[in-house]
């Protein structure tokens, strides 16, 4: 077992952004023959009864081998709350990414992991939905108005004739 406190006092702070998995690439050079690379991550938040960080979620790639150009990987970030039944549902409010150069049961000195353009992707489940939607016509145009349960960086507009199937109109 590991306590994370021993280790780190934040990680990668999150805002409330949920994780959903991460993907990047990695090329990796072992030691000795076997041997493999790893990359975990491991969710937590801070709890203000114990002044300690709680692991509330975690994901893990344990089996990156060697090969001499980079591959494209994806890591599953899972709560534990879905993991050990009863444990704690907490959001992450950190992200702690662990990148291991073995994943054997003894560490191998010059073993090597590289990773490149890693990117934290988000469920994609929590789009912002769309309440109090207004449209204002004018003799060309149509004004549209409304407000989002949650911040959203882009919309998508699907619009047709009266009677369009949804799927089958003209989007912006």
Not at 73 to 84: G, M, Q, R, V
Request: with cysteine; charged share 10%.
């Amino acid at each position: 077992t590991m306590d994370v406190n021993d280790y780190v006092s934040g990680g990668l702070p999150l805002d409330g952004f949920r994780p959903a998995s991460l993907t990047g690439n990695y090329k990796y050079q072992s030691a000795a023959s076997g041997d493999n690379g790893g990359i975990v991550l491991v969710g937590t938040h801070y709890n203000p009864v114990t002044h300690h960080r709680d692991i509330v979620g975690a994901g893990a790639s344990l089996s990156l081998t060697d090969t001499p150009t980079y591959i494209p990987f994806t890591i599953e970030y899972t709560p534990l709350s879905d993991i050990i039944p009863g444990s704690s549902a907490e959001a992450p409010d950190s992200l702690i990414v662990l990148i291991l150069s073995s994943a054997s049961q003894n560490m191998q000195q010059g073993s090597m992991l590289w990773v490149d353009n890693l990117v934290l992707w988000s469920a994609p489940d929590t789009c912002a939905a769309i309440t109090g939607i207004n449209a204002t016509a004018g003799i060309h145009d149509v004004t549209l108005t409304w407000s989002t349960t949650d911040p959203a960086d882009a919309f998508e507009l699907e619009y047709g004739t009266v009677g369009v199937e949804p799927g089958s109109g003209n989007s912006i």
